[in-house]
């Protein structure tokens, strides 16, 4: 059979074509099929040769100071018959969250524990119990058992997920509670407003106490899980004030997700007056200066205004704090030197908006 010139000509255009679409579909399907990874996250058992305990590790787990995923999945449960669900991670939950922790009381009394982690490499759970390891819906788990405590946890996904409790319990206990946890039902959190909550002291009678008493106190802190906007901004100094230096150390710390810090010396020997500023979209203990029978005495703490943001300011012997808070960040500022309280809100009042840096992100 012959070919015509005009068949020759068609067929010469067409091989090619059908080339390039072939190419093409072959670069797709292996950007969009699963990636075997080449060292996949496990665990594995570390031994400790000076110690009874054993030790499980996580082998090829995230790194914080490279990448951690974006958003961790956040899984559902199903609640046993008569559980009271106690702490809810929900109330906590954001885009930001490396870990989700929730608590349930069983009617007996005992107290359940599901954490969902990222499955990072310095990640560990250690015990002198027994562990089992087995195979559960495919994927590797490890019951744990001591005389009054248990525990199952295993890998998926980008987590290493927990289950633990005070009490004895069986190997199938275990696993009916991993069967419970859905991985296509994705939980969402629950946003709520910044509140802040004044620092308390109390003496408790206690008759069972050979002293007759106990003490009983509450810091100062801000609560709360703001909805986070999708640009993330934190509030510095436009440049170092006047005869500080910034402290560059300090600044590149490890900080956890969603927050950021810079700190100031007022000379390169962090000898004299510091200027520390926090940014945090967590919630956030603040006024450590305050403790003991002074927690109750909330006139060392002044309400203040920072550009139309709510504050509160304390001066102590060695220095002074100021803390304010927009619609999703807490910003505390600590100074450890001199400095009064026109002085400090001045210098509240000329910060000014940075985007957060993608290494602070992901951290």
């Not at 899984?75 to 906590?92: C, D, I, K, Q, R």
């Not at 969250?97 to 560990?124: C, H, I, K, M």
């Not at 946003?191 to 408790?204: K, L, N, T």
């Amino acid at each position: 059979v012959t070919l015509t010139g005009k068949k020759k000509k068609l067929l010469f255009i067409l091989i090619p074509a059908a080339v390039v679409v072939i190419a093409a579909a072959v670069v797709l399907w292996l950007l969009l099929s699963p990636k075997e990874q080449s060292n996949p996250m496990t665990l594995a058992v570390k031994t400790d040769e000076y110690t009874d305990q054993t030790t499980y590790i996580i082998l090829n787990g995230f790194d914080w100071r490279e990448e951690y995923p974006n958003t961790l999945a956040f899984y559902s449960f199903a609640l046993p018959e008569g559980h009271t669900h106690t702490v809810n991670a929900e109330t906590s939950a954001n885009r930001f969250s490396v870990t989700y922790t929730d608590q349930y009381q069983t009617p007996e009394g005992g107290t359940l524990e599901f954490r969902q982690t990222v499955a990072d490499s310095n990640w560990s759970f250690s015990g002198e119990g027994e562990f089992q390891e087995m195979t559960y819906g495919g994927s590797p788990v490890v019951c744990y058992h001591e005389e009054e405590e248990s525990a199952v946890f295993w890998l998926h996904g980008d987590s290493v997920l927990t289950f633990s409790a005070d009490w004895a319990m069986e190997d199938n206990q275990l696993l009916e509670l991993v069967s419970r946890v859905d991985y296509e039902n994705l939980r969402q959190p629950i946003y709520s407003p910044w509140e802040f909550h004044w620092g308390r002291f109390d003496i408790v009678p206690d008759e069972n106490n050979f002293v007759g008493y106990n003490y009983a106190s509450s810091s100062y802190e801000i609560t709360g899980n703001p909805q986070l906007p999708e640009e993330i901004f934190f509030y510095g100094c436009p440049e170092p004030p006047q005869g500080f230096v910034i402290n560059q150390t300090r600044m590149e710390a490890y900080v956890e997700p969603g927050a950021y810090r810079e700190a100031y010396y007022s000379d390169g020997s962090g000898q004299r007056e510091t200027l520390e500023i926090w940014n945090t979209t967590r919630p956030y203990p603040v006024f450590h200066d305050i403790s003991g029978e002074e927690l109750n005495n909330h006139d060392l703490v002044q309400e203040i205004t920072v550009n139309g943001h709510s504050g509160w300011y304390h001066q102590s012997d060695t220095g002074a704090e100021l803390v304010f808070v927009t619609d999703y960040l807490i910003v505390d500022m600590v100074y450890e030197g001199e400095i009064t309280q026109e002085e400090l809100l001045s210098l509240a009042e000329s910060l000014v908006e940075k985007p957060m840096e993608e290494d602070a992100l992901s951290q």
